[in-house]
């Protein structure tokens, strides 16, 4: 049964993403199924097998140890802050994002990350079946962010037509920021935030290929990434600390803003309605949670995390789920936790906005003008991913 619900599932997304579609006529459908198939194929191998299993342990102990090492900095500040025995989520949680994004900008002045970041995008454009600025940007995403990673093609983003745009912007938002991975894995179970990352990397293009269709010439298919000027080691260090930490703060401030919102909204809706906001928010959401593989018992809970997500932000549904007292089962943990790891969100339709107008005046005009249809087709990947994962439990 959890089979048939879950084609059906994957059919309906796809059917959505058509609704929408620019050009229905020129979808390319081989890579499609090629990037699904390679979705299913990095699943079983994450989830169900020995390798994948040792994979996911090394790089949930890379950022264990590396939370240790950060948090040796917070305490350092910020020790004797609290009482014993208990915990604070910016000082745990939000901090360490600092000494993560010091080493992505390491990583970066010795152009490690580049390298690894250009070569990974190149072979993932041999699969997608777009251009190699489209692969590139995916990749650049996944760990310099969504906001940050236009820096590194500005000199691209005028030159760039809006259907082009469309996908890079979908790329965006349809990952997550390497300098927060680790934040993510103190809410979640290191093994779905891992698979999620590898499934938002093609499911982003599934969804782009649906709603956006085209074919880069090859002499259009130019990756020109801007290095940016000459910095020292230390100024690269002092400015990447300063980022992390401006991130941090950033995500703290939204969460007081969305959490005490949410509350306020839920005593309303509870005495008036006689249920909470996110009740309602759940009963909505339920027939999509049951969709993608969530037992019908759980749905309305389930709902509610996924709309909470959309509505506010990824980093308040994985608090409400990890502080929540839900007693999902592996089956259900392993969907929601698969579809909160994206930056499929409101918000960040103005992050990604501003971040490209700061750029490209006019090229930011045209990303607000489809952001509505962009937080569209990066929420259907978040459901396309989650339905994959609900095959493996």
């Known amino acids: 049964m959890k089979y048939i619900i879950g084609i059906i599932c994957i059919i309906?997304?796809?059917?959505?993403?058509?609704?929408?579609?620019?050009?229905?006529?020129?979808?390319?459908y081989r890579p499609i199924f090629v990037m699904l198939g390679c979705q299913f194929a990095m699943t079983a191998l994450l989830l169900k097998t020995d390798v994948g299993n040792k994979v996911i342990?090394?790089?949930?102990?890379?950022?264990?140890?590396?939370?240790?090492?950060?948090?040796?900095?917070?305490?350092?500040?910020?020790?004797?802050l609290l009482n014993k025995g208990e915990i604070?989520?910016?000082?745990?949680?939000l901090l360490p994002i600092v000494f993560i994004s010091a080493l992505i900008g390491i990583l970066q002045h010795w152009r490690i990350l580049g390298f690894i970041?250009?070569?990974?995008?190149?072979?993932?454009?041999?699969?997608?079946?777009?251009?190699?600025?489209?692969?590139?940007?995916?990749?650049?995403?996944?760990?310099?962010?969504?906001?940050?990673?236009?820096?590194?093609v500005k000199k691209q983003?005028?030159?760039?037509?809006?259907?082009?745009?469309?996908?890079?912007?979908?790329?965006?938002?349809?990952?997550?920021?390497?300098?927060?991975?680790?934040a993510y894995m103190v809410m979640l179970d290191p093994r779905y935030v891992v698979t999620a990352l590898v499934l938002n990397l093609f499911g982003?293009?599934?969804?782009?290929?649906?709603i956006n269709?085209?074919?880069?010439?090859?002499?259009?298919?130019?990756?020109?990434?801007?290095?940016?000027e000459k910095q020292s080691f230390f100024e690269v260090l002092s400015e990447y600390i300063l980022d992390g930490f401006k991130v941090a703060v950033i995500v703290g401030a939204m969460l007081i803003g969305f959490i005490a919102l949410i509350t306020m909204a839920n005593a309303v809706f509870t005495a008036l309605f006689g249920i909470s906001f996110q009740g309602v928010l759940g009963y909505l959401f339920s027939p999509l949670a049951f969709l993608v593989g969530v037992p019908w018992n759980e749905a309305v809970q389930a709902g509610g995390l996924m709309a909470t997500k959309i509505v506010s932000n990824e980093f308040v549904a994985m608090?409400?789920?990890?502080?929540?007292?839900?007693?999902?089962?592996?089956?259900?943990?392993?969907?929601?936790?698969?579809?909160?790891?994206?930056?499929?969100?409101?918000?960040?339709?103005?992050?990604?906005?501003g971040a490209i107008k700061a750029l490209d005046s006019k090229q930011g005009n045209s990303a607000a003008r489809f952001g509505l249809k962009l937080l569209y087709g990066s929420t259907l990947v978040s459901f396309l991913n989650a339905a994959v994962v609900g095959f493996f439990f």
Request: glycine share 10%; aromatic share 10%.
């Open 12 to 28: 309906v997304v796809c059917v959505l993403a058509l609704l929408v579609s620019n050009d229905r006529k020129n979808i390319r």
């Open 57 to 80: 342990g090394v790089i949930a102990g890379v950022f264990g140890n590396l939370l240790s090492y950060a948090n040796e900095g917070v305490n350092f500040v910020f020790g004797g």
């Open 88 to 93: 604070s989520f910016f000082l745990s949680v």
């Open 117 to 152: 970041i250009k070569y990974i995008g190149l072979g993932l454009s041999k699969v997608n079946g777009m251009g190699r600025l489209e692969s590139y940007n995916a990749v650049a995403s996944a760990i310099l962010g969504q906001s940050e990673v236009f820096i590194s």
């Open 157 to 182: 983003l005028g030159l760039l037509p809006e259907h082009r745009l469309y996908t890079l912007c979908t790329s965006a938002m349809s990952t997550v920021s390497m300098s927060i991975v680790g």
């Open 204 to 210: 982003g293009f599934i969804m782009a290929s649906l």
């Open 213 to 228: 269709p085209y074919q880069v010439k090859p002499e259009e298919d130019i990756l020109n990434v801007v290095e940016g």
């Open 319 to 353: 608090l409400n789920l990890s502080q929540g007292g839900y007693h999902f089962t592996e089956r259900t943990m392993a969907i929601i936790s698969v579809f909160l790891v994206s930056f499929a969100n409101f918000s960040s339709i103005g992050i990604i906005v």
